[in-house]
């Protein structure tokens, strides 16, 4: 079974900190991908990478930025964390030749800007 | 049915009841369509999917059937189980890699 692991499930930053969510995947997958989940919103992608040091804005990058620096491993990181970016964030990754779209998920982190 | 908005709709279904599920999609072009599902404290699980130049797809107790006439999804859950409680999404896949999510629905079974 693929796995996908968020470093954090819950985590509490001040406004202003610099914060890192990490995700690790362990199906070799190429394509990783980092998303938000709000209420009423769905799930809105804020970064993707299909290969190591490759990355692509989603829909919502303002305010984030990622890293990858190797194939397993996926960094979506606040530079100074706002309290609009409170929020659940999810990471997912996929193998190749599905397009994308068939994605494992990983459990979720809960990040509370104050 | 699926739409955006601050408030999760949610469909109440009896247990051994079948489920309908609706979605609507925004994107002509999208390539494939997509469920997922969300049980608590989880992200989501693909369930299945289905390619545009089809109608219907089946798999295990869950059918999914595309009219893109009208621009509309839905995922049919055979016999509900306690165990199919979550939140479904569904999804369209526009350009490669680019996964777009709705808002989801919420299924209640009642035991």
């Known amino acids: 079974d693929v796995k996908v692991t968020q470093s954090s499930r819950y985590l509490v930053k001040r406004t202003g900190e610099k914060v890192f969510l990490e995700c690790v995947q362990d199906?070799?997958?190429?394509?990783m991908f980092w998303y938000r989940q709000d209420p009423g919103l769905g799930l809105r992608l804020i970064y993707f990478?299909?290969?190591?040091?490759?990355?692509e804005k989603g829909d919502i990058p303002e305010g984030y930025s990622v890293s990858r620096e190797k194939k397993e491993r996926f960094s979506l990181i606040l530079e100074s964390a706002s309290t609009n970016q409170t929020s659940m964030y999810l990471c997912?990754?996929?193998?190749?030749?599905?397009?994308?779209?068939?994605?494992?998920f990983g459990p979720g982190t809960r990040l509370t800007v104050l | 049915g699926e739409s955006v908005g601050l408030h999760l709709p949610t469909l109440s279904v009896q247990e051994g009841d079948n489920s309908i599920i609706n979605c609507a999609y925004s994107?002509?072009?999208?390539?494939?369509f997509i469920w997922y599902k969300q049980e608590s404290g989880k992200g989501p699980q693909f369930i299945i999917d289905?390619?545009?130049?089809?109608d219907k797809r089946q798999g295990q107790r869950v059918t999914v059937l595309l009219n893109k006439t009208v621009k509309h999804l839905s995922l049919q859950i055979a016999a509900t189980q306690p165990g199919d409680s979550a939140v479904y999404f569904c999804?369209?896949?526009?350009?490669?890699?680019?996964?777009?999510f709705g808002t989801g629905t919420k299924l209640q079974v009642i035991p």
């Open positions: 997912a990754s996929s193998p190749p030749g599905t397009g994308g779209y068939e994605q494992f």
């Open positions: 199906m070799d997958h190429e394509n």
């Open positions: 990478s299909y290969d190591v040091k490759m990355k």
């Open positions: 994107n002509s072009a999208s390539d494939y």
């Open positions: 289905i390619r545009s130049n089809m």
């Open positions: 999804a369209e896949q526009g350009g490669y890699q680019k996964v777009t």
